[in-house]
């Protein structure tokens, strides 16, 4: 019972925060660097005291394995601001169901880095997982739809690589350091990399980011956020199965589809976006079971 709850919380708070970083990325189309970093901010001023459940953070983990939190951290960091240009582009239900690529591009990532097999069932599941994406953005829209969807998979393909590197670079922390030490330094890492990235590209935009009619927006996306990563967490400790984390974490993409539909009224394709997102959850519990 207590880890249903911990797996639907994880997918609830990750739909929300989905459907808030697509609202964020309508009204702030240019500061996805400034959004992302402050988000980054917020998420690590809510979570870090919660690390401690998790063991002691250790100082000699960051001396020995720096360069690699550095890695991790720049690539998530722009990982980030990229998916705040995919929902810029795509609607919430679509740009979730997209980024199910950045799973597959981390298997493959995961077989050619760490030397970690890919036998038929991984790729059975990528296979149904990338149909499921193809599914759904097959089909017929106007010529200006159909640039922002070309521009949402581009900058997927592009997010994908980021995500790639950064979750094997933290796959790899996590066998050499304990899961306080990994999720303290990792999030002061990001932290670290979102603001150099935030003022050395775009620091005007921060005027418009910190209006005050954007502060509970933000507020809002980085408690989601916060929440989101900590169910995550926990439903690793309570599920003791990072895959089965994974497989479950996979329906929030039909999480987003009906709330999406709900809540910013975009319900176009609805019952497409519905197919597909089962679909795809399907592929990545294959990929992972």
Same mark, same amino acid.
Request: with cysteine; proline share 2%.
């Given at each position: ?14 739909? %929300? ?10 009204? &702030? ?22 690390? #401690? ?97 070309? &521009? ?32 303290? #330094? ?44 900590? %169910? ?55 990929? %992972? #079971?």
């Amino acid at each position: 019972m207590l880890a249903a709850a911990v797996v639907l919380s994880q997918n609830i708070f990750g739909a %929300f925060y989905a459907l808030l970083s697509r609202r964020l990325a309508v009204i &702030l189309p240019r500061a996805q660097l400034q959004v992302s970093a402050v988000l980054y901010i917020i998420s690590a001023l809510i979570t870090l005291p919660f690390v #401690w459940y998790f063991g002691d953070v250790s100082v000699a983990d960051l001396k020995q394995y720096w360069p690699y939190f550095l890695i991790a951290g720049g690539f998530t960091a722009l990982n980030g601001a990229v998916a705040l240009l995919i929902f810029r582009f795509m609607d919430a239900a679509m740009g979730t169901l997209l980024m199910t690529i950045h799973t597959v591009m981390a298997v493959v990532a995961a077989m050619y880095v760490l030397n970690e097999r890919m036998g038929p069932q991984e790729l059975l599941g990528a296979a149904i997982t990338l149909g499921a994406v193809v599914y759904a953005l097959s089909v017929h829209v106007g010529r200006r739809e159909r640039r922002n969807w070309t &521009l949402g998979i581009l900058f997927t393909l592009l997010g994908a690589m980021l995500f790639s590197i950064s979750v094997t670079t933290e796959k790899y922390l996590l066998g050499e350091v304990g899961i306080a030490s990994y999720l303290a #330094w990792g999030w002061a890492a990001q932290c670290l990399c979102a603001l150099v990235l935030s003022f050395c590209f775009g620091a005007r935009q921060y005027r418009k980011v910190f209006a005050r009619q954007h502060v509970f927006l933000l507020w809002s996306a980085g408690l989601t956020r916060s929440l989101m990563g900590l %169910f995550f967490a926990l439903s690793i400790v309570t599920l003791k199965s990072l895959c089965i984390a994974v497989v479950l974490a996979g329906l929030r993409p039909l999480f987003v589809s009906f709330l999406g539909a709900w809540l910013l009224r975009e319900r176009k394709f609805l019952h497409r976006k519905v197919i597909a997102s089962i679909t795809a959850a399907i592929g990545v519990a294959i990929m %992972f #079971w």
